[in-house]
T-cell receptor, first 112, second 110 residues
């Protein structure tokens, strides 16, 4: 079956540091890939998405590129802020259907 | 507008109570979902409605009863819950394989 593996957290960075959260997946066909962010006490917000190989999703300074050859969708940001502190979930949706498979989530804390 | 709304935001109930969670979206999405999320874990799928019909039930106990009165509304009726059912309950709707989540209802069962 489909699966998503995220780098284990928690991750703690200083403000303005570079962020990478690794995500790899296993799926047949051509899944769509997503990053969701969950701030404390809130629901999940769609951060960015990519629907085909080599697509780059971007939003709020975050980027991720759909790499089919390495089955990866790593999240990056050049300069994190305290307000980026949250839990980040990588997820995929299969070729047919919209059922989401989530990674375990990565807790990010950014210190001033 | 990509908003999914949920009410109430917080709910405390006893094990003998009956309560309902409500979810609403006005994006014209034809698929709607209920998830349960425990602390520090990803959401777990409970139910999926497609075109107002229940299409997936992930073997959820019968004390949780979903209802989809129309294409914009989704309810989750709760009865005789257990303390281990305390969690964040998330609603989502989707279009073209992209799911949009509501803010959730934080449920505490005493």
């Amino acid at each position: 079956g489909d699966s998503v593996t995220q780098m284990e957290g928690p991750v703690t960075l200083s403000e303005e540091a570079f962020l990478t959260i690794n995500c790899t997946y296993t799926a047949t066909g051509y899944p769509s890939l997503f990053w969701y962010v969950q701030y404390p006490g809130e629901g999940l917000q769609l951060l960015l998405k990519a629907t085909k190989a080599d697509d780059k999703g971007s939003n709020k300074g975050f980027e991720a590129t759909y790499r089919k050859e390495t089955t990866s969708f790593h999240l990056e940001k050049g300069s994190v802020q305290v307000s980026d502190s949250a839990v980040y979930f990588c997820a995929l949706s299969p070729t047919s259907g919209s059922r989401l498979t989530f990674g375990e989530g990565t807790q990010l804390t950014v210190n001033p | 507008d990509t908003e999914v709304t949920q009410t109430p935001k917080h709910l405390v109930m006893g094990m003998t109570n009956k309560k309902s969670l409500k979810c609403e979206q006005h994006m014209g999405h034809r698929a709607m979902y209920w998830y349960k999320q425990k602390a520090k874990k990803p959401p777990e799928l409970m139910f999926v409605y497609s075109y107002e019909k229940l299409s997936i039930n992930e073997s959820v106990p019968s004390r949780f009863s979903p209802e989809c009165p129309n294409s914009s509304l989704l309810n989750l009726h709760l009865h005789a819950l257990q303390p281990e059912d305390s969690a964040l309950y998330l609603c989502a709707s989707s279009e073209y394989r992209v799911q949009f989540f509501g803010p959730g209802t934080r449920l505490t069962v005493l």
